[in-house]
């Protein structure tokens, strides 16, 4: 049995761990820091399966590779695994010459990568395609293969695939140390103890760098950029059916607005380059959102008022100094693994990324067979408000709080709630969090962010779990929803 | 008709058993004040009456509420929403109205004038129902601190006022120690008091506004009997946190255009930002039906009857338009629960005269926003600007009434007579406020 570590349980560091379930002979855990998965760059993101035609094949040969074929994997993963995803297309929208002109070279990338369908669209057509389209807009490119997924949703999926064929989650568990003896990786040394390990792959996102340091490897590091976005009502009219954004520069993509899977108008990013240790500021400012705001009216016919934004948010990307991945299997220190510096489109390669480094692994290791029990389905939990009657009703004749709807913005009911709360034990998140229940059943996730539906869900958990309120966390760490029960505070006791 | 179905249960819940009907004259969708009062004077007036609310009991907000306040113009008696609230509760419970709890309007189909179709969630499992009319009484929701513009990262510990409220006086659980409010309407000033009361300490409350929104008395009583700071205008625009819970706000003084004035931020220490900035009608299932949303209440657009633009879906309270006191909400369940009525006897609401209320000088918002001319009419609405001695004026009927104080925050609640309105000759009616000499 070969033990194999893999350091962080964000997108990446959890494909790879599901392509690894897939043999015998491998002993697969994930690590994460935080106290569940998907919580650090995959959490904020733009949720784009991207065409990959932005890729430079000759600057990013295995990138633009990696994302085509992970574009691929997706259309599978998605099927297997239950994952809210749809597949619109994009259009990159023009709205000088310049920037026109610009486009031309993407036609050139896609065909050399093998992405279908790319072409030049003029503004007629494009207004056709997408009638929320700016008519400013001189022109465009289209890329119909484009899609678009619920990450989050993703990386939840792929955790209790994982758990479900034989592998293990130490979540809320800090990496401290890599021990290397005779040249090989041996050990990690965590906030919860030692683990012995034969392989270490570290795809520890914005901390990458850190994780490799500890195994002797200094030869790049990783800086935070950031996006900020803003999310719209799901009640608002303005809802492109394709994926928009505007024309790419060297840093980005571009700004986008996308229809969200979950229906809601998503407008961002930006592309700020943080400081090194800024790698925890994922926060919004007034200038990003307003930047962002105004780059999304060039492309839109129209934009809602800011005041139907139900969300900002800001999520931070590992860019990695060598300015592309970092993908490699060391002889020095054998069995130390990265996958490093996965900045856009990562979350697009990330099926095609656990493919190729399981590779790198397996084809090192001996004995090592595919399993024939490896099971590829996993079930997504039920949401009965958006069920036939009758499919409904069985659900709710099995479990009555199925039929009790708590959060009306989303329309999810407690029996998802609950049901949330079991799969999260089964992962082995190390507490329940109010983030991990919404991540799961995205109660508190609508208009009201959970103003109406929060305080009953925490009160059903205690009475349901015995978990006080005052013991339950937003998002693990010191990040308490209440602080005691009420007259404490007059007795005297501060609370925890 | 009024055989009992249940003891009067002070504080107990109850929970009914399955709906056995499947045709109501009346459905009504919400079970706090205005729905309670609806569905009572419904089935007063002989309609087959079936409530549904969303929680596991019924009352809605005022269960929260134990402030006094409540029932001074309805009962005449200042009572905590609670005594409020189980007084329709118990009346409701002694009468054969059809409730259900925990239960979901998922969706709504208008069929024909006379039949509406709903398919409601519940732990009984679907219940497809049909009925003659919908009282629409589902009440509001809190504006968030992103629609009102604060930045910063998403720590625990920011909430609106109501989820405080809910967390404290429903479930006895303390959510800080250290409190900011934002916004100083009377919900905010109340909960800076109730935090006090309790033990924490209220660090202030801000307002974006140059005056506090609130009833001058709530602030007396609840800010300067306790000392609390009031920032007038004042925002906060982004908040700090440590260990993912809030640390600090950062406040920023405001010009008179709500701008913020550069180098006048200050971060104020707290562990917990309540948000009190105001309450947006929910309005779901009414767009879901197709009916007209008015900018200005965010509230369906009513007529006098308040039916929506929906024949026989009729709406009530919060749900309606955001008032001040819960004694407006039952008032206007109890006139659209008459409206229904006169709806199913007389197989729709006939129009005498289309009229459109029209926003005049000063005025920010008004329902009903149409007319059918065919029984008085009681307007409610909200001035733009506080202003002193003047006239509110329904200006082609000539008809105006003199105001010594009007005030954004404070509802204006006018009755106007069928003769009245009568000699309107024109099919618009302007109501604004015009200054008295």
């Given at each position: 049995m070969y033990r194999t570590i893999i350091i962080g349980a964000g997108i990446t560091g959890l494909s790879i761990a599901r392509w690894l379930t897939r043999y015998r002979g491998l002993q697969v855990i994930v690590i994460d820091k935080e106290p569940d998965v998907g919580w650090g760059v995959t959490k904020a993101n733009t949720s784009i399966i991207h065409p990959c035609h932005e890729e430079h094949p000759d600057k990013h040969p295995l990138r633009s590779k990696l994302c085509l074929e992970g574009h691929n994997l997706w259309y599978k993963w998605v099927k297997e695994l239950e994952i809210p995803a749809k597949w619109p297309g994009e259009i990159i929208v023009a709205t000088n010459d310049e920037e026109l002109k610009g486009l031309h070279k993407y036609i050139d990338y896609a065909y050399r990568i093998g992405v279908p369908g790319v072409r030049l669209i003029d503004r007629g057509e494009m207004l056709r395609l997408e009638p929320w389209i700016n008519p400013d807009a001189i022109g465009g490119l289209y890329a119909p293969t484009a899609g678009t997924i619920n990450p989050m949703m993703a990386a939840i999926a792929i955790a209790e695939n994982i758990v479900d064929n034989g592998g293990k989650l130490l979540l809320g568990t800090r990496v401290e140390d890599i021990v290397v003896r005779d040249g090989k990786v041996v050990a990690v040394e965590t906030s919860k103890g030692g683990i012995e390990a034969d392989i270490v792959v570290n795809a520890a996102g914005l901390y990458a760098d850190k994780i490799s340091r500890m195994a002797g490897i200094d030869d790049y590091s990783i800086h935070p950029r950031r996006g900020q976005y803003l999310l719209f009502s799901d009640r608002v009219d303005v809802k492109p059916n394709k994926i928009l954004h505007t024309a790419p520069t060297p840093k980005t993509k571009g700004v986008y607005a996308i229809t969200t899977v979950d229906g809601n108008l998503l407008i961002g990013p930006t592309a700020e380059d943080l400081p090194e240790e800024a790698r925890e500021e994922n926060t919004t400012t007034h200038q990003g959102l307003d930047f962002i705001y105004e780059m999304a009216s060039r492309i839109l016919r129209k934009l809602p008022p800011?005041?139907?934004?139900?969300k900002t948010f800001a999520g931070l990307r590992p860019e990695p100094s060598t300015g592309t991945f970092i993908i490699r299997f060391h002889e020095k220190p054998w069995g130390f693994v990265e996958a490093a510096g996965i900045r856009s489109p990562g979350l697009t390669a990330a099926p095609a990324i656990g493919k190729h480094v399981s590779k790198l692994i397996i084809e090192r290791l001996e004995n090592i067979e595919p399993r024939k029990?490896?099971?590829s389905k996993r079930q997504a939990i039920p949401r009965p408000a958006y069920m036939a009657p009758r499919e409904r009703d069985k659900l709710i004749r099995e479990n009555?709080?199925?039929?009790?709807?708590?959060?009306?913005c989303r329309k999810v009911s407690l029996g998802e709630i609950m049901e949330a709360v079991k799969r999260m034990k089964k992962i082995g998140v190390p507490e329940i969090t109010l983030d991990g229940i919404k991540f799961r059943t995205h109660s508190m996730y609508g208009d009201c962010q959970g103003s109406q539906c929060r305080p009953h869900i925490a009160y059903l958990l205690w009475k349901r779990l015995g978990i006080q309120p005052w013991r339950i966390t937003t998002k693990g760490d010191g990040s308490k929803y209440a602080f005691t029960e009420v007259k404490a505070l007059l007795r005297g006791d501060r609370g925890a | 008709m009024l055989s009992p179905k249940s003891k009067p249960s002070y504080g107990v819940i109850v929970v009914p058993d399955r709906i056995t009907k499947k045709d109501y004259d009346t459905v009504v969708i919400g079970g706090g004040p205005a729905g309670l009062a609806a569905a009572l004077k419904a089935r007063e007036k002989g309609l087959e009456t079936l409530v549904v609310e969303t929680r596991d009991r019924l009352g809605g907000i005022p269960l929260q509420c134990i402030h006094p306040g409540f029932g001074i113009h309805y009962f005449k008696e200042d009572m905590t929403g609670p005594e409020f609230v189980y007084r329709f509760i118990d009346k409701l419970l002694s009468t054969d109205i059809d409730y259900t709890v925990k239960s979901y309007v998922n969706m709504a189909e208008y069929v024909s004038p006379m039949e509406k179709k709903l398919e409601i969630i519940t732990p009984y499992g679907t219940e497809i129902v049909r009925t003659k009319t919908i009282i629409y009484a589902a009440g509001a929701r809190e504006r968030t601190r992103y629609e009102i513009g604060i930045t910063g990262p998403n720590p625990a510990g920011i909430m609106t006022a109501g989820e405080a409220q809910t967390l404290m006086d429903m479930y006895g659980v303390m959510p800080g120690k250290k409190i900011l409010i934002v916004g100083s309407g009377d919900v905010g000033l109340i909960m800076a008091r109730r935090f006090v009361l309790e033990g924490a300490e209220v660090v202030g409350v801000v307002e974006i506004l140059p005056y506090p929104s609130g009833l001058i008395r709530n602030v007396q009583q609840c800010l300067k009997d306790y000392g609390i700071p009031l920032l007038l205008s004042h925002m906060v625009i982004s908040v700090k946190q440590r260990n993912g819970r809030v640390s600090s706000a950062v406040v920023v003084k405001v010009d008179e255009n709500f701008k913020p004035i550069q180098g006048t931020e200050n971060e104020i220490e707290c562990d917990t930002i309540v948000i009190a900035a105001g309450l947006k009608p929910r309005t779901k299932l009414l767009e879901s039906l197709g009916a007209q949303i008015d900018p200005r209440t965010k509230g369906p657009v009513v007529n006098e009857y308040f039916e929506t633009t929906i024949p026989g879906v009729f709406a009530a309270g919060n749900a309606l338009i955001i008032n001040d006191y819960v004694d407006y909400a039952v008032e206007q369940g109890e006139l659209a629960a008459l409206a229904a009525t006169k709806y199913v006897d007389e197989k729709g609401i006939r129009i005498k005269k289309p009229v459109k209320i029209v926003l005049g000088r000063n005025m920010r918002l008004i329902v009903p926003q149409m007319l059918t001319l065919t029984s008085d009419a009681l307007f409610y609405g909200r001035v733009a600007r506080p202003e002193d001695n003047v006239w509110l004026s329904f200006k082609e009927i000539g008809f105006k009434i003199p105001q010594l104080k009007v005030l954004p925050s404070i509802m204006i609640r006018q009755k106007i007579r069928l003769d009245k309105l009568r000699m309107l000759e024109t099919d618009t009616l302007t109501v604004e406020v015009i200054p008295r000499d």
């Open positions: 800011r005041n139907k934004v139900v029990d490896w099971r009555p709080d199925y039929g009790w709807i708590i959060c009306v | -």
